[in-house]
Structures are given as C-alpha cells and as structure tokens.
C-alpha cells in the first residue's frame, strides 16, 4: 500500500507552537501598541480607506477569505481521506465539537437574553483557536499523547465547520441577489473546472477572486469565498489512493499554509487585538458581553466538550483516545476554550460598536487566557494512561 503524504496542515501542526508562538506575539505587540504613544496611529491607521475598504475590512474580509480556503482545503481532505473520512472517526470529536459550541452559546445568551444587540454575539465564544490550543499541547511534549493532539484536531477541524455554518446562515447582511447569483454562477464554473479534471491552479484563483468580489457585494461574508473555492478543488483519486502529493488540493495547501500560518493570521491578530486599557472600566469587567464570553469560554467549553465525551464513554457509545486517561481528556477540553482567532473574526461580524468591539476582545482575551492556563496546568500534572503493551500508536 502506498503510503499517503501527510497534509500540509497536519505537517504544519507538527510544528504548531510555532505559529502559536508568532500569533502570541502579534497579540502582546497589538496590546503593547494599543495602550502606547503609537495608539492614536495604530487606531487610525486600521480605519483608513484603501479603495473601496478599510484596511481593517482588507484584513477581515480579504486576507482572512485566504485563511477560510486553507481551512476549507483542510475540512475537505479529511473528510475524504483524514481524520473524519469515517462515521467511526467522526462520532467522537463530532459531538464534542458540537457539545463544545452549543454549551457556550446557551451561556453567553444567559446573560444578554433581554437585549436584542448584544445577544447577536452568541457565537463569539463556541469556537476554538486551533492554532494556540496545539501549541499549549506541543509544548507540553511527551507528557501528552499524540492521539490527543489528534482528536483536538479534529475537534477543532469540525469546530470551523460549523463556525463556517453559522456565518453563513446568521452573520449575513441584505443579501443582493443579482451579486448571489453571479457567486453562484461562478462557483458553477468551478465545478465545471473539478468534473473535466483541469489541475492547473490558475484558472481555480481566477474565478476564485471573482467569487469573492461577487460575495462581497452579495451581504454574504466574503471569507465564505474561500471555503466554497476550497471545495471545488480536486483532489485526485486512484484505484489504490488519493494521490495527495500531486493532487491540486495537496500543492494549493502546501502553497498557502506558510502565508496563513505566519503572516495572514498574525496580521489578523495584530489588527483586531488591540485593546486600550484607558477605555477598560469597572462596569465593563461585569458586563453582560465580558461575562457571556468569558464563562462561554471557561465553563461552557469544558463542560461541553468534557460532559458529551464522559456520556458517550458511559453508554459505550464511544472511548478514550488511546493513551489518553480521563484527566488528560478535561485538559484538552479545557484548551478548547482558547476562542482567540475565530471569535474575534465573529464578534466583529456581531457588533459594530467600539465599546461593545473593546468588550469582545476583553472577553475573549480573558477566557482564552483563563483556559490556556489551567488546561496547561491540568496537562502538566495529569495520570498518563501506560503504553508498554501498545507497539503502535
């Protein structure tokens, strides 16, 4: 059997603290800057006009619609050839992700149930930042299983599905039909280019860009784009395997990972991070917003993530990953509450408002740390499961 090449995301996830490392950074710098003589700049210099946007809407809406095409790039091969290419792989991290997204929402909504502007953010903490949840694992080192490093994944893979989802259906402005149809027309030509089997790139990132221009103006969010190019990509398929190595899909990922890792996603951090201090008073600390994050993320992930995991493992409906005992599955549970990328991308879809903007980023800074922290600490004192009867992994 030939043996698959490895994806370029889970390569990449070899190295995870990496990139959580460089995002960490770009997060304290936005801080530092924000609350610094360079604030005023920094501020105004996010709400210049480039064209037709802001450079924070160029860095929201465009760049980001690259990071949405790795991550649908990545959802479709491991569905196809992955981690979830089976109902088995999929039942575990499936309902986890799905405990750990349902759990917060029903939290932050709790507290902001009687106003119907800030219960728009409902989903703000129901998504995980793969990305810093890994690097806490990866530093942690050999104290952690790698089947752990595994199901997070995947958890954290099915997470942005259903963040993807939830964008689409519930962040949306007045759509435009005329400009929906053109998307649609165009991502028509896509498939068109998958079924007759063109692998060159090119003509995919053409039509691509036009698929983002026609969503952006469509009141769909554009990074939507990149997941609907994502998945017009082929992939191709032989008698005995996918052939990733050369597959449009494997060289489109391989191509862009770099960029998403290292530059789009810290470009992201830095822009949307900042927070001011001076605008950070008592009241807000006990917000409504704050308090709905915050808990959504500390105590809804964990007892989503953890609570579906121990139901399922006592009606024998699923077990442990391997390796993995129950101490270290409350860990990563706990580390599925570092909300930072995907819930400051959806808390600016759900406000418009600086204060309401500068809660969000206090919220969601607040319970990633809080998480990060003592799913760290759990981690780092957590009973191993043995392994000398296991020859493989």
């Known amino acids: ?123 703000i903490p129901s998504a995980t930042d793969i990305a810093f949840a890994l690097g806490v694992l990866t530093l942690l080192g050999s104290r952690v299983p790698v089947s752990l490093k595994v199901f997070l994944t995947a958890v954290a893979i099915i997470d942005d599905l259903g963040a993807i989802i939830i964008i689409a259906l519930f962040y949306t402005a007045q759509l435009n039909l005329v400009a929906l149809a053109a998307a649609a027309a165009l991502i028509a030509v896509l498939y ?31 990074t939507l784009a990149g997941v609907a190019v994502a998945l017009t990509i082929p992939l191709t398929q032989t008698a005995t395997h996918i052939d990733d190595e050369h597959s449009p899909l494997h060289r489109l990922e391989h191509a862009i990972v770099g960029w998403v890792a290292f530059a789009i996603v810290p470009i992201f ?32 992930k964990q007892v989503g993530v953890f609570g579906v995991i121990w139901v399922l493992k006592k009606l024998g409906l699923a077990d442990y990953p391997v390796h993995a005992s129950g101490a270290q599955i409350y860990g990563v549970a706990l580390l599925c509450g570092i909300g930072f990328t995907m819930s400051l991308f959806i808390g600016g879809l759900s406000y418009v408002s600086d204060i309401y903007l500068d809660e969000v980023k206090l919220g969601v800074l607040g319970g990633s740390l809080l998480s990060g922290a003592l799913g760290a600490l759990v981690l780092t004192f957590a009973r191993r499961e043995p392994v000398e009867d296991a020859k493989t992994e």
Do not use: C
């Not at 160029?58 to 990545?74: R, T």
């Open 1 to 123: 059997m030939i043996e698959r090449p490895r994806s370029a995301l889970r390569a990449f996830l070899r190295a995870e603290s990496a990139g959580g490392i460089v995002l960490m950074i770009a997060a304290v710098a936005a801080l530092i800057v924000a609350n610094s003589p360079l604030s005023d700049a920094y501020f105004s210099a996010l709400k210049t006009y480039i064209g037709p946007l802001s450079v924070s809407h160029w860095i929201n809406d465009g760049l980001m619609a690259i990071f949405f095409l790795l991550v649908g790039l990545e959802v479709k091969r491991e569905l196809l050839d992955g981690q979830l290419s089976t109902w088995e792989r999929r039942i575990l991290p499936g309902a986890a992700a799905a405990g750990g997204m349902i759990v917060p929402a029903l939290i932050f909504v709790a507290f902001n149930i009687g106003d119907a502007e800030t219960v728009r953010g409902w989903a």
């Open 192 to 222: 068109g280019f998958n079924r007759f089997g063109i692998r060159s790139l090119w003509p995919y990132m053409i039509v691509g860009a036009g698929v983002w221009t026609a969503m952006l103006l469509s009141g769909i969010h554009a």
């Open 269 to 300: 951090g830095f822009a949307n991070a900042g927070l001011s201090f001076e605008n950070v008073t008592a009241e807000m600390l006990v917000s409504p917003i704050v308090l709905g994050i915050v808990l959504g993320l500390f105590v809804g």
